[in-house]
């Protein structure tokens, strides 16, 4: 059989630009799962409850789901070199102004600069290969540079443990500053100049008002623990920002060129995909957050070891990836998901059961199980979004899909944030200040959130499957 042109080997230079965008995934994904097991350790240095760190995880999900609507514009206007190394340097001070938080808000503040920067490292580095690889070669390039994604998960929550306990958490901050400098360095030497575009009109006022309503309807989710007047602020936030949102819907039905073309809405399993994401991940993106907290504030668990119970979810993940397309192939988007989801809800309420004398072996089955089926749950779910959109919506839609999911994340830990704040102050008196009984309840919570999603899933035609030779890319599967 004669040798393909996709099988062609790539060039030196194009290796290289490939290793530059993945080294800029890496620094993204490494830092939204290494923060997780370090929170305790900076709650006690920065005088804080445990229970009251989840805006450090916000900041950064939120603060990148805010940009990722601008950044097509920014490469197109200022060039992808120019906007890819103003986000390694932009990442990279973030991380020295975390690494120098005197306290919670100035550390909340600095994630937010961290995010802006990490928000722009993948659509951009993307948008970059896309520039520099032929057709039959660009699934192929994206692959490799999708890897770093699975590997910073992987490793994250272990490293941040690490040097936790055998170092400072500022440290988790720290390392960021040479990997930066060296993906300056690079950026400068190998990334394409990548000309600025013909300038194309940018939706400021959309843009606004669809930040403006995320920002405030996230905020809203985590002050919503409080009493008094932080629960009517949270209310004013709300409303406000459900009126940014319709407001941003109305705006773009009569723009010319809003930053998403409300035709993209008419695709039905794209507003089934953005939906269920949106509601399924409120639970599933807490887990990362709720489990190296309670290992170590209820069960006493050192910040490396309660690291290193997160690994059995990743290979859980890995591991279910080869039969994803099998098992959506056999049985139909709507079922799995369907029976998905319910099972994935059940799992995190599972997680109530979790006690000081529960078997190890136990716990570790019960997380492999966890990531398994929220790797099912996310890859079928992510497919489903993008399958029927027509070429000229792909890259619009793969950015919605993107900014949804780091939405649902910043939500999912704000909402489990405020329910377990919630929890622990009507508690506190009944079990003498014991924490565990607030986390069982939350788990319980995250659950019946995610089962919500069910109503959503049960709407695509059950003969729905994916197209022939259509196997979900990485970004997909992400």
């Not at 999900?61 to 060039?79: K, N, Q, T, Y």
């Not at 690490?162 to 060296?182: K, Q, T």
């Not at 069960?299 to 994803?324: E, I, N």
């Not at 102050?425 to 089962?451: D, K, N, Q, S």
Request: proline letters at 7%.
């Amino acid at each position: 059989m004669s040798q393909t042109p996709a099988a062609a080997p790539l060039s030196p230079a194009r290796n290289k630009l490939l290793w530059l965008v993945a080294l800029g995934f890496f620094m993204q994904t490494l830092d939204a799962t290494i923060v997780n097991t370090a929170l305790p350790a900076m709650a006690t240095d920065l005088g804080e409850s445990p229970l009251q760190m989840h805006s450090v995880i916000v900041a950064y999900s939120l603060a990148m789901a805010v940009l990722i609507p601008a950044s097509g514009w920014l490469a197109d206007r200022f060039g992808t070199r120019r906007v890819f190394m103003a986000a390694i340097a932009l990442f990279a001070f973030g991380s020295v102004l975390c690494a120098l938080s005197p306290n919670l808000s100035f550390l909340v503040a600095a994630r937010v600069v961290q995010g802006l920067g990490g928000a722009l490292l993948l659509p951009v580095g993307r948008l970059a290969v896309l520039r520099a690889f032929p057709r039959e070669q660009f699934i192929r390039a994206i692959s490799f540079v999708a890897i770093p994604g699975l590997v910073g998960p992987l490793i994250g929550p272990t490293l941040g443990g690490w040097m936790v306990e055998f170092a400072s958490w500022h440290w988790i901050f720290w390392v960021n500053v040479p990997v930066g400098i060296l993906g300056l360095l690079a950026a400068r030497k190998y990334m394409p100049e990548g000309e600025p575009m013909p300038p194309r009109a940018f939706d400021l006022m959309g843009f606004v008002m669809l930040a403006g309503g995320m920002a405030l309807v996230s905020l809203a989710v985590e002050s919503m623990a409080g009493g008094g007047v932080r629960s009517a602020s949270s209310l004013i936030m709300l409303v406000f920002g459900l009126a940014c949102l319709a407001g941003y819907w109305l705006h773009a039905l009569k723009k010319p060129e809003p930053l998403f073309a409300p035709e993209l809405f008419t695709v039905r399993t794209l507003r089934v995909g953005l939906l269920g994401n949106l509601f399924s991940r409120l639970g599933s993106s807490a887990m990362p957050f709720m489990m190296p907290l309670v290992l170590q504030v209820s069960l006493g668990y050192s910040p490396m070891h309660a690291g290193m119970m997160m690994l059995p979810t990743v290979l859980g993940s890995m591991a279910t990836k080869p039969l994803v397309t099998r098992v959506v192939h056999h049985w139909g988007y709507r079922k799995v998901l369907l029976v998905n989801t319910f099972v994935l809800a059940l799992l995190i309420a599972s997680f109530a059961s979790i006690s000081p004398g529960m078997p190890l072996p136990l716990l570790v089955v019960q997380l492999f199980i966890f990531g398994s089926v929220n790797s099912l749950q996310f890859s079928a779910m992510n497919t489903v979004t993008l399958k029927d959109l027509m070429p000229s919506f792909a890259s619009s839609g793969n950015s919605l899909l993107s900014m949804v999911q780091m939405l649902a994340m910043g939500m999912g830990v704000a909402a489990a944030g405020a329910v377990l704040a919630g929890f622990q102050a009507h508690l506190a008196a009944a079990t003498a200040g014991e924490t565990l009984w607030a986390f069982r309840g939350t788990f319980i919570v995250m659950g019946l959130l995610t089962l919500a999603a069910t109503v959503l899933f049960a709407q695509p035609p059950e003969s729905e499957t994916p197209t022939a030779g259509h196997k979900p890319g990485p970004e997909e599967q992400s």
